[in-house]
């Protein structure tokens, strides 16, 4: 398995993600690679009692926030766009327990120029789908993008919009 670490430095930006930047302390941390043989984005992940919803189990709303991550890494590692989401559906089968060990995997179902389909799944140690996720990604204009990053965006960072 070839596994690239995703850094939001790589395009250019600073970030303080909630999900995955290491540098926010009051953040998930979580760090996210792409499996290039796979074509998807992955992470693997423990969290405390800090994302506490019930008192064993993580917060159904942090949940989301690691599939919409998850996701979004998948837009510019796989499709190589920067987009926000749409519209997500998701769905919990089993409940994502503190102090467990979990797996994230998002992949890229379908690409246009304007839009993108994506989907995630978050998974026990026996590769059972816990919380499921399907999304539609926008696709940013320069201007949009460069709103978002709060500057102007570079030669390589322009390949990753519509």
């Known amino acids: 398995m070839a596994l690239v670490r995703l850094h939001n430095e790589t395009w250019g930006f600073d970030s303080n993600c909630f999900v995955c930047e290491p540098k926010n302390q009051l953040g998930l941390r979580i760090p996210f690679h792409h499996d290039e043989e796979r074509d998807i984005v992955v992470a693997e992940f423990t969290l405390d009692n800090t994302f506490s919803g019930a008192p064993t189990l993580v917060h159904g709303g942090?949940?989301?926030?690691i599939l919409d991550e998850a996701q979004s890494w998948a837009t510019i590692a796989v499709a190589k766009k920067?987009?926000?989401?749409g519209e997500t559906t998701s769905h919990f089968h089993r409940p994502v327990r503190l102090d467990k060990t979990y797996r994230v995997?998002?992949?890229v179902d379908e690409r246009g120029s304007e839009k993108l389909r994506t989907s995630a799944t978050i998974l026990d140690h026996?590769?059972?789908a816990c919380v499921e996720s399907e999304a539609t990604f926008i696709v940013l204009?320069?201007?949009?993008?460069?709103?978002?990053?709060g500057a102007p965006?570079?030669?390589e960072e322009s390949k990753y919009l519509r």
């Open 126 to 128: 026996k590769d059972r």
């Open 153 to 155: 965006l570079t030669e």
């Open 62 to 65: 942090v949940t989301l926030a």
């Open 82 to 85: 920067f987009a926000v989401t």
């Open 105 to 107: 995997e998002a992949r």
């Open 141 to 149: 204009s320069e201007a949009e993008a460069a709103d978002a990053i």
